[in-house]
């Protein structure tokens, strides 16, 4: 009787500690189950970034190296904002990609207020980025748009914004370059300008890309940022100064698919031998 009690009171005398081990367990296998999840969860996320990468195609540049820091080009269906300030390289950055893409057979439209046809093809001539035969036989396309007309009547700004998006609707070229959308900007209502780039992301989701520049005097901070947040692709360009050169320089603030999102920068200038022409690193901090 009393072994049988002392049997069974060792039976219930600690019950704490089964029930702790099993506990214990219990969480060990809660903790596993969630880190398999999780791992899971990102594996099919990584999976996912990785099939888009793949997925996605590019125009190059025609640089190898600005085609590098882009992680392959210009990705087709995207709207790329590049901003800067004047002579920052805008103009020639979109001269480049707009050789490039040629040299790939694609078809592109120029639309400029910056120059005269005839002043972009001879400029890009004397940059080694001649395009004046695609010119000829109608792969390249220039529109110029007169500045001095809209300056002169910015009451007609928002309905010029109505016409851009028009023309680019209703062309034929995968690539559309607006060099520079400053003008229309500066005396078109937010508002307007909003809707321009948010139009434009449709017709992008249709298979155009499209190339923007601006002056970033051009926006307040507010609807700048907007801008940037409908664009699969930011780019900023600034003239800096590096021990006793300035420099261009191109920073990547946004880019759709890219493995890394921001602070990818290559810096550059303008040769009138050699075009554009990248400038290594080392150099740069010489």
């Not at 995207?78 to 020639?92: A, P, R, T, Y």
């Amino acid at each position: 009787m009393d072994t049988d009690t002392k049997k069974s009171g060792d039976l219930w005398e600690n019950p704490g500690e089964g029930g702790r081990e099993m506990e214990g367990n219990k969480d060990d296998e809660a903790l596993f189950e969630k880190e398999s999840f999780e791992e899971e969860v990102f594996s099919d996320l990584k999976e996912e970034e990785e099939e888009e990468k793949a997925s996605l195609e590019f125009i190059s540049t025609g640089n190898m190296e600005i085609d590098r820091k882009l992680e392959g080009g210009i990705p087709t269906g995207s709207l790329c904002l590049l901003e800067g300030g004047n002579d920052s390289g805008k103009s020639i950055l979109l001269q480049q990609i707009m050789w490039g893409a040629l040299n790939e057979d694609k078809r592109v439209l120029a639309l400029t207020t910056e120059k005269t046809s005839k002043e972009l093809l001879n400029q890009m001539e004397s940059l080694k980025l001649g395009i004046s035969d695609y010119f000829i036989i109608g792969r390249s396309k220039i529109f110029e748009i007169n500045a001095s007309y809209v300056e002169e009547n910015p009451q007609l700004s928002e309905s010029l914004l109505l016409v851009l998006l028009e023309c680019i609707k209703r062309c034929d070229e995968e690539l559309i370059l607006i060099d520079s959308l400053t003008i229309f900007a500066v005396n078109a209502s937010e508002n307007a300008v909003l809707n321009f780039f948010t139009e434009c992301v449709k017709l992008c989701d249709r298979g155009k890309t499209i190339l923007i520049s601006v002056h970033g005097y051009a926006f307040s901070q507010v609807v700048l940022y907007r801008l940037r947040s409908v664009c699969s692709a930011c780019l900023e360009l600034r003239i800096e100064q590096v021990g006793d050169q300035r420099v261009k320089t191109m920073e990547i603030q946004k880019l759709r698919g890219a493995k890394k999102n921001t602070g990818n920068m290559v810096s550059f200038n303008v040769d009138s031998e050699f075009g554009l022409k990248i400038i290594p690193v080392s150099k740069v901090k010489a």
